[in-house]
């Protein structure tokens, strides 16, 4: 590689991924500090893409998901000729994201072995998941060159919030700045065997709303109902963010908790990357495949004989891999009587 690289990733569309992805950028900045990346994805990840330093331009692709548009991916592909990337880089493993940058002129075409992308994909990596277990170990192997082994260590994201958004949100939204935010991310976009109780996160809140904590339920439109009913079992004491902020708005005001507890979801990997303590709730899904990444969180997982089953519902029908994991387990991991409102 040379000192003018410019690489361009074809990015995930989970929240999650992408988070993850930032191990990549941070990968290769470390071997190549003046290079250049530019990730193309979906619009709704611009916002996040914004708060990593490592991305020097964010492409929204103007495609529906599971849309395969291959002329008009084609023609997007050929409007980027012009950018002269050296590598790009593929974090998905389907035909159709292939053509961009085939399609761009891109001459290093670098991506896992996937649905007939020979000759699209022209550094293509065979993927043994047995040695590259966890997502985070895929997206920073296909940084390396052939045969490389991973960094003993691998970079960990780091989102970098924005301090001015993050204070006008705080006046926006009444937040007290006297007192310590505890974080609720009780959605999971996948289903509700990845969900722990709406009535545990109220067991949650209350004991931190008792204790002078304040708290913030975040989610999308799609978990109102499980943000309302912590809401009615709290006496309305919560803050409900869900479908209230943009993603660049959450990942600001998440910015100014001192706790997270989240499903295993997007938002999980979100706070770790804010350096938040976190404790992480799994159920049907493996901590040791999309864990949070930041060597302090806590990872709360029965792993009963029936689980990982990476179902959206529960199969056997008694959620037990999430009712059995109770308040109790899960506060103390908290140390909410460790931080005080200030007087």
């Given at each position: 590689m040379s000192s003018a690289d410019k690489i361009l990733v074809i990015g995930p569309s989970w929240v999650g991924d992408m988070v993850l992805a930032q191990s990549l950028f941070k990968q290769l900045k470390s071997v190549q500090p003046a290079c250049q990346i530019d990730v193309a994805a979906p619009a709704w990840t611009l916002?996040?893409?914004?708060?990593?330093?490592?991305?020097?331009?964010?492409?929204?692709?103007?495609?529906?998901?599971?849309?395969?548009?291959?002329?008009?991916?084609?023609?997007?592909?050929?409007?980027?000729?012009?950018?002269?990337?050296?590598?790009?880089?593929?974090?998905?493993?389907?035909?159709?994201?292939?053509?961009?940058?085939?399609?761009?002129?891109?001459?290093?075409?670098?991506?896992?072995?996937?649905?007939?992308?020979?000759?699209?994909?022209?550094d293509m990596r065979p993927l043994d998941k047995s040695q590259l277990k966890q997502t985070v170990e895929r997206f920073v192997a296909l940084g390396l060159k052939p045969r490389t082994a991973l960094p003993t260590v691998l970079p960990q994201p780091a989102l970098v919030a924005e301090a001015a958004n993050a204070k006008r949100l705080q006046h926006a939204f009444k937040l007290d700045a006297f007192k310590p935010i505890l974080g609720l991310c009780p959605g999971a976009e996948y289903g509700e065997a990845k969900r722990w109780p709406a009535e545990y996160y109220a067991q949650v809140a209350n004991q931190a709303l008792e204790t002078g904590w304040q708290v913030l339920l975040f989610g999308s439109e799609k978990d109102k109902p499980v943000t309302a009913s912590i809401q009615q079992l709290t006496q309305q004491r919560c803050v409900d963010l869900a479908g209230q902020t943009s993603l660049g708005d959450a990942i600001d005001l998440m910015s100014m908790c001192q706790r997270v507890i989240s499903n295993d979801s997007g938002l999980m990997h979100v706070a770790a990357a804010l350096n938040k303590k976190l404790v992480a709730i799994y159920g049907s899904s493996d901590p040791k495949h999309t864990p949070p990444m930041h060597p302090d969180a806590v990872i709360a997982y029965l792993g009963l004989t029936c689980s990982p089953c990476f179902k959206r519902v529960c199969p056997l029908g008694h959620l037990n891999c999430l009712r059995q994991l109770t308040p109790d387990q899960v506060l103390p991991s908290l140390a909410l009587s460790s931080i005080k409102p200030a007087p």
């Open positions: 916002p996040l893409l914004a708060r990593m330093p490592e991305v020097s331009q964010a492409i929204a692709l103007p495609f529906k998901h599971g849309q395969l548009a291959l002329r008009e991916r084609w023609q997007f592909g050929r409007s980027l000729m012009a950018q002269h990337y050296t590598q790009a880089i593929l974090l998905t493993n389907s035909l159709k994201s292939a053509i961009l940058p085939w399609a761009a002129g891109i001459p290093l075409r670098t991506g896992f072995k996937g649905e007939l992308r020979y000759g699209l994909v022209n």
